[in-house]
Every structure is written in C-alpha cells, then in structure tokens.
C-alpha cells in the first residue's frame, strides 16, 4: 500500500538485497528538503536492485526544526543507523552536520552544504549558535564543503540546493549517476526535472571548479 | 485495502496521522468510508458500529488517543464484533512529538483485547491483514501496536491483492443481549471473553507464525518485539553471536507454553522491548515457574534503559555488555562533545501565526501578574517558550479548561485557559460546560485557526468540510459557545493586537466566566490557498532609517522571519509570510509592506 501511495517503485526489488551495505545519513533544518533527498537516494538505490530502507526525525519541521533521514542500503535490519556507522553524511546546514557528526565511521565522508542557518531563539538568547567558522574548523577532518545555495542561485532556484548536494555526493555512493537520474524522474514533479537535473549535474561538476 | 476495508474512522495524531492522510486520498477511488471524527472515542464507535453492522472497520489513534477509546474499547471485547475490526496505536517512546511515553501493550492486557506488533514495514501490511481475519474469527476487536521507528519507516513491501468492499452492512442482533453489558450479562460475557483470550491464545499465540523461533544451540537467549526485534536481529549479527532468538510478534495473550520451552534451557535471557517491561515481566513470572535460576537481562538488570527510545547502537552496546563482549563502539563522549556544538533547533510558531499574536496581547496584558494559564495540545503550546513564557501548564487534550474549573476554586490567581478550536471539540466541551453550569472565575481564550494545524490541517467538526472533501456542516463556535449558556463572548482577530489587548483587559477584570474566540486561519493555508490562486506574498521589511534597534519586535514577538544583523533588525523575505502583523509590534513605525500590495488584516483574507 505504502508504495502505491508514495509512489515509490518496487521494481527493482530483490528479496534479500545484494549483499552490501552502504549507511547514509541526510540532515538539515525543516524546508530544505531533505525528507525528498533521502527519497531519491532510497529510489536510487532500489533502481540498482539493492534492498533499502528510510527512518526519519521530521515531528516538528515546518516549525525549524533539525530534521534527520537513515537511509540504510544493502543488507540491514535495524531502521536507525548506529553511531559511528555511516559511510556518508549528506548535510544541508553546517550546524545540523555538527549535530550528526557522531553517525560517520572512522572512514565516513561528509558532504556539507555552506549554509549556517541560526533562527529566532538564538537572537532570543535561548540557545546560542557559535559562529560558523568555529563549526566549519570543527567538521573541517572529514568534511567537503559546497556552496550549493550559490549555485542553486546561478541555476535560478535556490530549492534545488539539496540536488546540488546530490550531485556532489553521488562519487562517495556505490550507485551509478544513472540510477540517480531515474530516481530523480520518479521522485520530482515532471515541470522540474529538467531544473533538477542540471541541479544534479551542476553538483557533480563542482569539485571540478 | 487488501484486507477490504469498508470503514475507516480516526482523530490525527502523530505518529498515526499518515494512516489516515493516506486512506482519504484514495478514499473516494476504492469506495472506502474515511472520515475524521471529533475525537478517538467517536472514531471508535465509528468503527465498532461499522463491524456490528457486518462491515470491517480500522481506527487508528496515537497512544494518547487510546486513553479517550480506552472507555468504549475495554467493554467492547466483552460484547465482540461481527466484521474485522482492527486498532492501531501509534506509540511514540521518547515522546518525540507527545506529552509521553506510555506503552499500548497494556492496554491489550487490561482490556483483553489480542495484540500483533510488527517489526518491518512489510509485516505492518500483513499484520493488519491477519488482525483483520483473526478479529473476524474469532469476534474480537484486534490491536496493531506500532512504534515511531516503524511508524516514519519506508521499506519495500510485496504487495497483494485489493479486495472489493461491501459499503453497506446490516445490523443484526445474532444473539439476544450480545451487545447489552449489565450486571449477570456482563459477568457472562467476561466469561466468554476469558476463553476466547484463551483460545487465541493457544490457536495463534502458541503457533508458528506470530511468534516465531530461530537458532538453537545456545544457552543464550533473545527475546523481542516490534522494532526491537530489528535491532536485536542486527546487534546479533555485529556481535556475530550464536543465540536463539524468539521474535514476538503476539505478547498478549503471551505465549506461555511456548515461551516456556524457549527459556527452560537458556542460561541467559536478554529481553528487548520499548518503552516498558511488558514481556520482561511475562518472562520473569515463566521463568520462576520452570527456570528459576535464569539470568534476565533487560531493563531491571540495568543493561537496557527504562526510559526513552531504543536504537541498534543502544541495543548493541547493552548485548555486549550482558554477555562480557569486547565490542568496539565509538568514544561517544567525544561525540558528544563535538555535536553538543550545535544547540538544539526548539520549535518555533511559523510566520504569520495567529498564536503568536495572541501570545503577544496576552503577555502585555497581563504584565507582570500572576495569572494561572493553562496551555493546552497544540501548536499554541509553544507559548510556553520565550519570549512569550506564558503557558505553566500543558497536559493532555481538553485539560486547559478542566484544571482552569479547579483553579478558579483553588486560587484567587487569574485564570486564564487557551485551547485550540479542534482540541477544544475534541475534550473542551465537558469542561466548558462545568465552567458555565458554575459560573467560574475564569477566562477561556479559544485559539481558533480553522483547522487542526499541528498533525497537518485536518479538518474538524468547526470546518465545511471532511477528510474527503464532502461538504460538512460547519459548527459554529460563537454560537454553540453561547448555546451552551456563555454570556460574554468576544470574536477577536488576534492579527487586530490593540483589540485584543482591550478585550482582554475588560475579560480578566470580570468576575465571572468569558470566552474570547481568537479567529484567524492558520497562516500556512492561507498563504497556500493565496499561492494556488497565484495571488502574491507581499513580504514586509524594516526601514533601517527608522529602526532604532530596541529589538522590541525580537524579544515581544519573536517571529522567525526577524533577523537580529547586530546593529539593525532586518525581514527574511523568503520567510516574512506578509501578516503585517509584526508592523504594530514596532514602537517607531518601522515595519512597512514591501510596496502597497496585500494587507491581511485589512483585508480579512484570512478569515
């Protein structure tokens, strides 16, 4: 039922999985769409036949809220990835990849969008965030950063930042840009696609620059 | 919809909400009955009529809502059902968006009503299809118990066939007093329901296909449930562990025979489950009786925490611990001092709330005075957070009201009570009508954003219209407030603070019973409804000439779209929603539209 409703494909769907194991972590703060970026990496990876599955913590984010995604491929039981487990963290805002950090392996890669989003009970002194150089020297070890909000800007829709984000993280996935594409077809409405494939592209093409 | 369900009832509330989402949208297209009802209790007698009535019949609430049920369900297994009828509580353990953490799995036990709690999204598909056969065999209402993490899963699922439903149903009396519970009737009934608990017990409890073995050869063994059980599953595998594992896929009526065989051998037991000891206690009382020395490990023990949610990381460490494994997890105190860098995200009101502005009138009202006021579930419970700090109190639905009854007895303090317009139908009323009957000393603030905004907008019994968009009679609040014997009630559009604030004032200096009916639609439809109908968002913005950096707009009022830039405040406009309302915040007229445009206040779109 749920597939039908969501609609996510089972097309590719092999009973056991293959046996991999691939752990992704997506965080970020309510609205930047992260919720549909762990779809496209669940969609993706269900396209080159592994077996997948998604947990989230998204209780509050319409209301700013740190939202985070377990995207867990290849074999596994568990919905939530343990700490210290993840091959990759794909993250939207520098404080949220600080916030999850702890998820990474000792080999874990982290993708980092150079966002640093502070909201009204920081300025209400509640809860102080620490300025973003500080959190970019912390995460630095194992850190890549990207201005995906620029070139989200450049293309001409800062929604796509988290497809940017995609695309660069797609070297770091044992899943072939292809899969992404397709995912991306199912995933995103028909009037976007293009964007979001540019978005994609643009991602990927970033090191390069 | 495999199981052909003809009729769906239920009140929203996370983390069961999406069940229902789900069905109203193919609702219409399967010829499924859905609707949301005024509170859990009427969603379940929603159901139960239906099942009397030959039909199947699902309700889904979330822990808490099971409490509203609780009165209609714990006599309902003693009259049975006719057609399936399935329950699903949605727990939530670490009460990630709830007031707690309380466990369902009591519930089955205290009301006799057969449980199946599935571990993966595949087996919450077919556990609801095999609740929905079992319920009709052997006539009782059956309880699908689901946890957060298996609520906000995705996972593949093989699906299955669709079956027809039937729409209509007829009720039929198969027995005289089947569904009559008095005195000698009931103690009958009970009688019948011990032995149909009994038999299920011995004809699916005991069987191969709820509660499952696997391994042999260990004297280490595992017991789980629900997601537990995927954790368990995992754990083992890290640790690389020989155990036998048995999964719990039915702990009421317990397994007791079978369970019996499964610890008999065993050195070691390890227990996982969530949030409370509900199998653990089973097992100890089996093992006193055929294994005495068995060591237990779970909760009691210490490896397993009481309190909170469960993870595999957690699950891991506590396996490890119990059996003197050297497993090598991360130095999470280094963790934890990296991540504690990032302060947490507390929710806020969204842009252009109306609670907000309420909050704002009512914290300048009342200055410094110690007032009572009671909070209540809903997104307005966020008032209790600065900068506002208003809310001392917020228990469960309706309770604003109910203790406001007490305090105005109790106390000479000011009371004051907030409740949402679809709380305030769901468990308000009872207790508004005691205000009234007694005339007490107290105002009622009804924060009325035309929807039930916090689980997603869904609609109420105050809306024209229902969860599949059939025109509904819209209830009235003014007029049922007045029906019901108020004398003063005010309708206030809190966007209108200086309004408000005049009511409020003249509200608080009575000294008997008023309610204020704060009206404005939740902001986040009407910007909706404003873009679908490619209207504009008119954004406001901050003239730095005449911004004096009091920050008054910032500590007052504290919307999200201010932005505090150290010498000026500045307007996000990708957040500002064009409310306007933070305009009559400022003391120097500095928050001004973007260009003439839209004025929501002026223009009452909102209302």
Known sequence: ?209 | MEAGVDVVSAYPGTPSTEIGEAIASIAEKLGIYFDWAANEKVATEIAVAASWSGLRSLTMMKHVGVNVAADTLFTLTYSGVRGGMVVVAADDPQAHSSQNEQDSRHYALAAEMPMLEPSTPQEAKDFVKRAFDLSEEFRLPFLIRSTTRLSHQRGMVLLGEVLPNRKKGRFVEDEPYRYIQVGRIAIRHHKELNDKIERIRREVSEGEDVNMLEGEGSSVGVVASGVCYAHAVEAIRKLGIKVKVMKMGMSYPFPEEKFSEFVRDLDTLIVVEEPDSFVELHARAVAKEVNPSLRIVGKKSGHFPSVGEYSLGLVIKGMATALGLNYKVPDTEIMDKVSSRAPPRNPTLCPGCPHRSTGYALKRVLGGKDAVILGDIGCYALLFEKPFSLAKVSHAMGCSIGFANGFSISTDQPVVALIGDSTFFHAGVPALLDAVHHNRRMVVIILDNRITAMTGHQPHPGVSYTATGTPAKAIDIEKFVRGMGVEDVYVVDPYDHEKMEAVLRECLNKEGLSVIIARRECALLTVRRVRRSKGRIVSYRVDPEKCRHCRVCITMFGCPALKDTGEKVEIDPSICFGCGACASVCPFEAILPTEGGLNWLRDGLGV
């Not at chain 1, 965080?27 to 762990?38: A, D, H």
């Not at chain 1, 929604?159 to 594409?181: C, D, Y």
């Open chain 1, 1 to 209: 039922m749920w597939y039908l409703l969501t609609g996510m494909s089972c097309r590719s769907h092999k009973e056991e999985g293959r046996e991999l194991k691939f752990d992704v972590i997506v965080c970020g703060v309510g609205g930047q769409g992260v919720v549909l970026l762990s779809r496209v990496i669940a969609e993706a990876a269900l396209l080159s036949g592994y077996s997948v599955r998604v947990s989230e913590r998204r209780g509050l984010a319409q209301r700013e809220g740190s939202v985070c995604s377990h995207v867990r491929i290849g074999r596994c039981f568990s919905p939530t990835i343990p700490l210290g487990h993840a091959d990759l963290m794909l993250a939207m805002d520098m404080y949220e990849a600080l916030r999850h950090i702890g998820y990474l392996s000792d080999e874990g890669k982290a993708v980092v969008n150079l966002s640093a989003k502070v909201h009204i009970p920081h300025h209400l002194g509640i809860n102080v965030f620490p300025d973003p150089s500080r959190v970019k020297a912390l995460l630095n070890e194992r850190s890549l950063f990207i201005d995906a909000e620029s070139l989200a800007a450049r293309l001409g829709n800062a929604k796509v930042t988290n497809i940017i984000v995609l695309g660069a993280s797609m070297r770091f996935m044992p899943l072939r840009r292809k899969k992404f594409e397709e995912a991306l077809r199912i995933a995103v409405p028909e009037r976007y696609l293009d964007l979001n494939l540019k978005a994609l592209r643009e991602g990927e093409l970033s090191w390069s620059t």
